[in-house]
């Protein structure tokens, strides 16, 4: 049975496929997955089928939802439900927006790719739940019409349908999934003197200047994807665990190592981080077993940023001006508070005015796509 998807032809950016809006750079595709239309419309149709999931309800549209800037605007995603309800996760749901343009994906970066990523929430225990990618590949080869899509677009028999060429055709229409053109970026790129009012640009001085807002969330003269595409420990998580950290790496590590063993290296650890808060909150450590990447997770793009809240890895902050009042006292949610262990070195005290955090609220709300305006916030 063909799965009804959304209209996906305000995404593909007019007569090309690669040609990206005003203030973005050209959309980077590997060299073994090239985009086509008919491998975008079978990608979009995949990623809104919720059968890939134990209770034939969740699919990738459920967490990363175009009415909702493709993100789900929860603290923590919901996945399937089971006997005890609907599973919950740990970690808030990135928006899909521009994600063509990082270098790793998850909030820990554990995976390279869009390919990678699109292979793991099917099988994930808390998010769609299904035992093996082979439950996944069978769905695809007991569907006609999708037997007749993979073999269109990849040139594959029924027999011949694996995880990969899902996981390619899912990458793809996320390649889409891109939008500039914001009043910023007609200020910006487009010379429109007058796009930003008078606050946003004002906002703008404070994002590059005393804020330091730009040292993470990058712009260039000629393109801005608003993130370094690295990892950072902004002081969120370890106050929630009720443990020495290291005592919770030591206990992660023994755990994983004993997954391991039991043939479960491809999927362990990112069951392990889905599962409980406490292994979580190890952000890029989980992965790399870096020192430095204690408590880190991925800088986020600011692009519709007004739009994808709540805010952090953890959905822990509800607004912009949270989230800036926690920038201004340097990784606290007061002067007072105690300064996280691990915290990153450029996090510390901005000194800024409410009336300077209010502008630079502003300014980030001025970097919202035209498509996602009416979106509530």
């Not at 099988?123 to 093996?132: A, F, K, M, R």
């Not at 950290?245 to 206990?251: G, M, T």
């Amino acid at each position: 049975m063909k799965v009804l998807s959304v209209v996906i032809s305000s995404f593909l950016f007019g007569t090309s496929l690669f040609s990206a809006p005003l203030g973005l750079p050209e959309v980077p595709v590997p060299e073994d997955n090239p985009q086509t239309k008919e491998k975008i419309e079978l990608g979009n149709t995949l990623y809104h089928d919720p059968r890939f999931s134990a209770d034939g309800k969740v699919s990738c549209a459920t967490c990363h939802a175009q009415e909702k800037a493709f993100s789900d605007h929860l603290s923590v995603s919901k996945g399937f439900t089971d006997k005890t309800g609907a599973r919950m996760g740990t970690r808030n749901a990135p928006t899909v927006i521009n994600a063509a343009y990082y270098t790793s994906q998850f909030w820990d970066g554990r995976v390279p790719s869009l390919e990678e990523q699109s292979k793991f929430p099917p099988i994930n225990p808390v998010e769609g739940g299904l035992h093996s990618w082979d439950d996944l590949t069978d769905m695809l080869k007991n569907d006609s019409y999708y037997v007749q899509q993979f073999n269109e677009v990849f040139g594959v028999s029924k027999e011949e349908i694996t995880i990969e060429h899902f996981t390619k055709a899912v990458a793809s229409f996320e390649r889409t999934v891109i939008s500039g053109n914001s009043k910023f970026d007609r200020y910006w790129y487009g010379d429109e003197e007058d796009a930003l009012n008078a606050q946003e640009k004002r906002g703008f001085e404070i994002y590059v200047g005393e804020g330091r807002c730009v040292s993470c969330h990058t712009i260039s003269q000629t393109s801005a994807i608003f993130t370094d595409n690295s990892f950072h420990n902004l002081g969120i998580g370890f106050r929630a665990l009720g443990k020495d950290e290291l005592e919770v790496a030591s206990e992660y590590s023994d755990i994983l190592a004993k997954e391991i063993a039991k043939g479960k290296d491809k999927v362990a650890g990112d069951e392990l981080v889905l599962e409980h808060k406490r292994f979580s909150e190890l952000g890029r450590y989980a992965f790399s077993k870096e020192g430095d990447d204690m408590g880190a997770f991925k800088t986020p793009t600011l692009r519709n940023i007004a739009k994808t809240g709540p805010y952090m890895h953890d959905g822990s902050m509800s607004t912009l001006e949270e989230v800036v009042a926690w920038y201004n006292f340097g990784g606290r949610m007061s002067p007072t508070d105690p300064v996280t262990p691990f915290l990153d070195g450029g996090i510390r005290p901005l000194g800024l005015s409410t009336e300077q955090m209010i502008d630079l609220v502003a300014f980030m709300r001025a970097l919202t796509s035209p498509q996602y305006e009416q979106i509530k916030e």
